[in-house]
């Protein structure tokens, strides 16, 4: 049978057809995101300004700042639009367009976190050989990799899935595209073909997140060989709420991914795209940057004003 498009448009999950409950998403959502958006944008502004902070560690901060505020408004506003306006509808190409964009920032954004990590380990475990590591060529190299393969990941999946025949039913139970919804419209020799994609892409997801631990693991080694309450307090306190925002970005999303589809839907069915959706870029912007006495320095010279105080 020969590819064909039977469907024009798909319906996204609607969180209520009560009207003050619809305002009060949208309302929710709306907030989550203008605060995603000012923090990173501020974030990515001071980095651009303050020559202090052209170092590796900051143009990687500076990327991930780029990638969260990219992927949240793929899938936020689409969300917050339909709420505002009781719809639900989401055209085919639209829907492909989010389904790309979405993938390509979240595999960019998990391979940063790991280059990211690699950074650091060179940083505490190695500072002889962190400037010939980690050079400027170096830093440009690694990310421009990481930008392709998001592409290129992406680009294997949204082929997979939206070269397929649907199966007339358009209702989707979830508030975005996604690969486990849109292989329920799907026939089953589709579905058999992009499971194969599927696995490949939650192996490379788990090996990138047995590197990050295992980093994580030497530098922890190498900290508390050093008698100093300070910088293990500094190492703890700046690895671990990473390995978390990790953490529960890659087991949400394998679970989402790997768990049977159901015919009805279910709260963890809306909870769980939450958390690999939403929760990492507020996250990683409270983590990564806003902790950092550096960051947030630079941000009060932006906007004009002094530090009285360090802390």
Same mark, same amino acid.
């Given at each position: ?16 057809? /009560?009207?003050?409950?619809?305002? %009060? ?38 990327? %991930? ?47 940063? %976190? ?33 930008? /392709?393969?998001?592409? %290129? ?65 030497? /530098? ?27 953490? &529960? ?29 939403? &929760? ?32």
């Amino acid at each position: 049978m020969s590819n064909q498009i039977t469907v024009t448009e798909f319906l996204l999950l609607g969180f209520s057809d /009560i009207r003050e409950l619809q305002i %009060l998403h949208f309302m929710l959502f709306l907030g989550i995101y203008l605060a995603a958006l000012t923090g990173n944008l501020l974030i990515i502004t001071a980095k651009a300004l303050n020559h202090h902070l052209h170092t590796p560690m900051y143009f990687f901060l500076k990327n %991930l700042s780029v990638l969260d505020l990219s992927s949240i408004s793929i899938v936020v506003p689409k969300s917050i639009a339909n709420s505002l306006m009781s719809t639900r509808a989401i055209t085919y190409y639209g829907c492909a367009a989010q389904y790309f964009l979405f993938l390509f920032f979240a595999a960019a954004e998990l391979l940063l %976190l790991t280059i990211m990590a690699y950074d650091q380990y060179f940083t505490i475990c190695q500072p002889l050989h962190y400037e010939s590591m980690m050079n400027r060529r170096a830093c440009v190299q690694m990310t421009a990799s990481i930008w /392709i393969s998001g592409v %290129l990941n992406s680009a294997l999946h949204t082929g997979n899935t939206f070269t397929i025949i649907f199966c007339g039913d358009n209702e989707m139970e979830q508030f975005f595209c996604e690969i486990p919804q849109l292989l329920k419209l799907a026939s089953y020799d589709s579905y058999l073909s992009e499971t194969g994609a599927i696995a490949f892409s939650l192996y490379f997801a788990l090996n990138c997140f047995v590197f990050k631990i295992v980093s994580y693991v030497l /530098i922890f080694k190498t900290v508390l060989r050093v008698p100093s309450e300070q910088g293990w307090h500094k190492a703890f306190s700046t690895c671990l709420p990473h390995l978390i925002v990790v953490s &529960v970005f890659v087991c949400t999303a394998s679970f989402a991914y790997i768990k049977p589809t159901s015919s009805s839907i279910s709260c963890l069915d809306l909870v769980v795209p939450v958390f690999y959706a939403l &929760v990492p870029p507020m996250m990683n912007l409270i983590i990564y940057s806003m902790r950092n006495k550096d960051i947030k320095s630079a941000l009060w010279k932006m906007i004009g004003l002094r530090l009285f105080s360090k802390k």
